[in-house]
């Protein structure tokens, strides 16, 4: 089965950038549906981007939650089985664990839909 593990999470300052990284294995890489979601502490995990596979339109689908604006981008690279999202300006809002989730069979900005998940990597962003 698919096994994701996300790393490049941290502590920074409001403002700064992070890019948290995906690396995915025990499957067909480019085959998989990628996203990030986010969970703050007592809250439901929420979508916050996904990407497409390359097989089916390049450059990839890609789609942000609105909260995004702007300052993320996923991208992820089929040789080397990673999905990346790079975040800019960060702010305190954005302190949460970040979720990498794949599927084989949609792309959906909806949690149900994904069958692998990562453990999480812990974003905080201090002001």
């Known amino acids: 089965q698919v096994q994701l593990v996300e790393s490049g999470g941290g502590s920074v300052q409001a403002g700064s950038s992070l890019k948290l990284s995906c690396s995915a294995s025990g499957g067909t890489f480019e085959a998989l549906y990628m996203a990030w979601f986010r969970q703050f502490p007592g809250k439901e995990r929420e979508f916050v981007a996904y990407i497409g596979r390359t097989s089916e339109q390049t450059p990839e689908r890609t789609y942000y939650a609105d909260f995004v604006k702007d300052r993320f981008a996923i991208s992820r690279d089929n040789a080397k089985n990673l999905v990346d999202l790079q975040m800019n300006n960060l702010g305190p809002e954005d302190s949460a664990i970040y979720y990498c989730?794949?599927?084989?069979?949609?792309?959906?900005?909806?949690?149900?839909?994904?069958?692998?998940w990562g453990q999480g990597t812990q974003v905080t962003v201090s002001s």
């Open positions: 989730a794949a599927n084989e069979d949609v792309l959906s900005r909806y949690k149900s839909v994904y069958d692998y």
